[in-house]
């Protein structure tokens, strides 16, 4: 939690790499992510997006959201 007490917010720029490093960082993210904590992934591999989704979902992860922020570029939101 933030000192306003809303949940953290832990960003990973994984834009230039390809499966399964996007999905490596995420996990490790959440290893240290703390309870209701919100994880935000900027990536540029379209099949990275599907599988960092399936990844949080798996290990017990809320997906929240998945946008699409520029050219070949999406934000993925997850709540621990």
Not at 13 to 36: F, V
Request: with cysteine.
């Amino acid at each position: 939690m933030s000192s306003d007490g809303s949940p953290k917010t832990q960003v990973i720029d994984a834009r230039g790499y390809s499966c399964p490093y996007p999905q490596y960082l995420t996990m490790r993210a959440l290893q240290t992510l703390s309870e209701n904590g919100i994880l935000e992934i900027v990536l540029d591999n379209l099949p990275s997006l599907e599988t960092v989704q399936d990844y949080a979902r798996k290990h017990g992860c809320r997906f929240v959201s998945a946008n699409r922020i520029g050219d070949n570029v999406w934000k993925i939101t997850i709540r621990k």
